[in-house]
């Protein structure tokens, strides 16, 4: 079946604009995860959905991150007055449950470039 | 508080001769343990788990990894290494308790013909 999707595969904007990620996870899958990964680095958690809630939101970095799930299954980043630092990939994963030994499912990864 | 160090950056091996990833861990509560591998322009795949059962886990492509509690290690093996085996690898942690994953820094293994 299908893997996890994530669109655009690449995408360039200008510092302080506003820009949206999405994630397409597996069918049936009720966890969903968004990490960042910088150059170099291991990716870093920042966000936690079950079904259409947000569980853990505790590694969003600022208010300027913020993302949905509103039908518990596709989810969007937003990255509202991008800066250069937050330039990276960033990736998606889905779950079956958030049991805690569930194999995450990741997807390609949206790289993000901001000018 | 959780996390995870990977000891060595880069590993270079020599194909046909054993392969040795470390990792260490730090955990509030009982963890589970994973590896991840990244091909270049390739998603992550989960190679093994460790998940409070058998402390001597069997991933997939002959790796395995054993959890040593004492040691809080939990270091990734494989008896002979492929030129395939060529990637990024990452120990991630996660507590009992908690929905946080944490991931290593990677370890770039190399194979040498």
């Known amino acids: 079946g299908a893997g996890v999707s994530q669109t655009p595969s690449n995408k360039v904007t200008e510092k302080g604009k506003y820009v949206e990620l999405r994630c397409d996870p597996i069918s049936g899958h009720t966890a969903l995860y968004w990490y960042r990964q910088s150059l170099g680095q291991g990716p870093e958690f920042l966000i936690y959905f079950q079904g259409t809630g947000a569980a853990d939101d505790s590694g969003l970095p600022n208010d300027r991150f913020f993302a949905v799930r509103p039908e518990g299954s596709v989810s969007t980043l937003k990255i509202q007055r991008t800066e250069r630092g937050d330039s990276a990939v960033y990736l998606c994963?889905?779950?079956?449950?958030?049991?805690?030994?569930?194999?995450?499912?990741f997807g390609p990864g949206t790289r993000l470039t901001v000018l | 508080a959780q996390s995870v160090t990977q000891l060595d950056s880069h590993v270079s091996v020599s194909e046909g001769t054993p392969v040795l990833l470390r990792c260490n861990y730090s955990?509030?509560?009982?963890?589970?343990l994973f590896w991840y591998v990244q091909h270049p322009n390739k998603g992550l795949q989960l190679l093994l788990k460790y998940t409070s059962a058998a402390t001597l886990v069997k991933g997939i492509n002959g790796f395995e990894a054993e959890f040593k509690k004492s040691e809080t290690s939990f270091h990734l093996t494989k008896p002979s290494a492929h030129m395939s085996d060529a990637a990024e690898y990452f120990c991630?942690?996660?507590?009992?308790?908690?929905?946080?994953?944490?991931f290593g820094t990677g370890t770039r293994l190399k194979v040498l013909a």
């Open positions: 994963a889905s779950s079956y449950s958030s049991g805690g030994t569930d194999t995450q499912y």
């Open positions: 991630v942690v996660r507590s009992s308790g908690t929905y946080k994953y944490i």
């Open positions: 955990s509030s509560y009982s963890p589970s």
